[in-house]
């Protein structure tokens, strides 16, 4: 070997490295209690866009295109009754009978909320059968819109994720 210091010096840094990264895991450092409050409580980059579907949903105006540029978003496949967007950690998908959007559902794939999020940003639910029903109202158009947030396990917890969300307006 033609640098034989060299070749030591790395396996000392390599070794030392390894031994820098071995340590006790976040359950060992943590209480029980502390560890089940430090665990993830759910993502709520999808939320901004519900709150865009709750407005265009309260609008009196809901054809496809509003909807869409509302959710800052571009329809990626239509059909006659349905269109697609496609965003990163999840998919929505609007029922569209004519031009008129009279759904927008969720599918959330990475990009999920926790049913504590979704209280806080849209009050307090009432529960059925599938999940927790919201209830928003719009005061200029006194338009009535449901969101369902189905969760990922029933029943329906506060720090349980949720799997689908769906916003219609209210009848």
């Known amino acids: 070997m033609k640098y034989p210091r060299l ?5 000392v840094l390599v070794c030392a490295a390894a031994a820098c990264t071995r ?5 060992d ?10 665990r993830p ?16 949903m309260a609008s009196p105006d809901r054809n496809l295109d509003y909807v869409a540029a509302e959710m800052e978003g571009v329809v990626k496949a239509r059909t006659k009754s349905q269109a697609l967007l496609y965003y990163d950690g999840y998919r929505v998908t609007f029922m569209t009978p004519g031009d008129q959007v009279t ?15 979704m209280t806080e940003a849209f009050g307090t639910p009432s529960a059925v059968a599938k999940g927790m ?11 009535r819109v449901q969101l369902l947030a189905e969760p990922v396990a029933m029943p329906a917890e506060e720090d349980g994720l949720v799997r689908r969300i769906i916003v219609r307006r209210g009848r």
């Open 41 to 56: 409580a759910g993502d709520d980059a999808a939320l901004g866009r519900v709150r865009a579907a709750v407005r265009a």
């Open 23 to 27: 340590g006790d895991s976040l359950e």
């Open 133 to 143: 029903l919201y209830e928003q109202s719009s005061a200029s158009t006194g338009a």
């Open 103 to 117: 759904q927008v559902t969720f599918d959330l794939i990475e990009a999920k909320p926790s049913i504590r999020q």
């Open 7 to 11: 070749a030591s010096s790395l396996l």
């Open 29 to 38: 450092l943590v209480g029980d209690d502390d560890f089940e409050r430090a």
